[in-house]
């Protein structure tokens, strides 16, 4: 499975936009990238994927580079309920066995009031 | 139903008996995933369905813990002789098969 690098934590202040990085230099092309949060003492929640083109959804909007080897989940303005943490992941749909979703360490964000 | 189902919410064991945890999926969802996590670590996978048919199993940390989807709807992961390290979080998720996931709010397993 094709791995994902992301800082272990950022900080944010709320109303203020968030970029949350990620690397995946090892990516092939028919990895998507999807990202995915998880409150505190909740569930994992899917926030937003793409392919190549940079793709808006209601939560976030996610960046990604032209050669693929990295992305970027912007969140607009952050409020203190998308403190949680994110984590950004490879999916290889087309794979016999790359139905399946590897959860790395992801990145702690904390809002800032 | 309207999302994951997972039942029960909480369950606490003795060591050496047998759990089993339940998973209702979003209907129509083809695809079905077991995931544990402990406290303050991400999701591991376990094993995952589409359909009533085991894709991919080789989360499973050894061969006490087994999964079945017989009718490609609710799963049931089975956990037998259970042990102190057993006791975790186990998530259940459902997608189309090439959709985002949606998860359930687990079975916090507690092994005594």
């Known amino acids: 499975d094709a791995k994902t690098t992301q800082p272990n934590s950022m900080e944010s202040n709320e109303e203020e936009p968030v970029h949350l990085p990620c690397n995946h230099s090892?990516?092939?092309?028919?990895?998507?990238i999807h990202w995915y949060r998880q409150l505190p003492s909740q569930g994992p929640e899917y926030v937003i994927h793409?392919?190549?083109s940079n793709v808006n959804n209601r939560m976030a909007s996610l960046a990604i580079a032209e050669d693929r080897k990295s992305s970027t989940l912007i969140l607009h303005r952050a409020t203190l309920r998308d403190a949680a943490v994110y984590y950004c992941?490879?999916?290889?749909?087309?794979?016999?066995?790359?139905?399946?979703?590897?959860f790395g360490q992801g990145t702690e964000l904390s809002v800032k009031p | 139903g309207a999302g994951v189902s997972q039942s029960p919410r909480y369950k606490v064991t003795k060591r050496g008996q047998d759990v089993a945890l339940r998973c209702d999926p979003i209907?129509?969802?083809?695809?079905l995933y077991w995931y544990r996590q402990a406290l303050g670590q991400g999701p591991e996978f376990l094993t995952y369905?589409?359909?009533?048919?085991?894709?991919?199993k080789s989360g499973l940390p050894n061969d006490r813990f087994s999964a079945e989807r017989p009718e490609g709807s609710i799963s049931t992961l089975t956990i037998q002789r259970t042990e102190q390290r057993d006791s975790a979080m186990y998530r259940c998720?459902?997608?189309?098969?090439?959709?985002?996931?949606?998860f359930g709010s687990g079975t916090r397993l507690t092994v005594v």
């Open positions: 998720a459902s997608s189309h098969q090439r959709g985002g996931y949606t």
């Open positions: 090892t990516i092939s092309g028919t990895d998507y």
């Open positions: 793409g392919l190549t």
């Open positions: 992941i490879l999916r290889d749909v087309l794979s016999p066995r790359g139905g399946k979703l590897i």
């Open positions: 209907s129509g969802h083809v695809s």
């Open positions: 369905f589409n359909y009533e048919a085991q894709q991919d």
